[in-house]
């Protein structure tokens, strides 16, 4: 893959991340009820995915003249990664929500994965490009990167909410 359109999508896989992190953060247990829950993290997802790709579009045309590469069916795919952090906190929080679950434990085991997620990272971009890093370093960079993330998400939740 390309580096820059590997950085696209280690891109959107941040965002995407902190994103639905961010959503996650003030839900309570009532707004799990009727999948309330579930569908603002999808619709956040969604809408996230269609703004970043449309402001991509935009983006690229300031670059220069030139078309897109692959044109808009390689944007949606690049920011596919922003869609794929909503899925599996949507289903936690539709089993909170059918009770098959409880509400907090759903909410917790969202924002453990997101977290998972965003600590492997440091992973995902040394597989694209290798570099001579320690092995362990690698690691504690992921959760390193994880912790800022959570940061900015908690601080998009204060001023946002």
Known sequence: MPREQAATRISAYVYGNIITFATLVPLTGDDLTHG?????V????ASTYAAHV????????VRGPEP???GLAHGLRDA??????AIVPALLLLAGGAGWITARTAVTASEIY?????????????RLHP???????TLVSGVLLAAAAAVVSLIKVALGH
């Open 36 to 40: 309330h829950a579930a569908l603002l």
């Open 80 to 85: 596919l990664p922003i869609l794929s952090s």
């Open 131 to 137: 570099t001579e890093r320690a092995p362990g370093w």
């Open 114 to 126: 997101l977290l998972v997620r965003m600590s492997l990272v440091g992973l995902l971009v040394e």
């Open 68 to 70: 897109v590469p692959g």
């Open 42 to 45: 999808l619709g956040v997802a």
């Open 54 to 61: 449309f402001a991509d579009r935009v983006g690229h045309h």
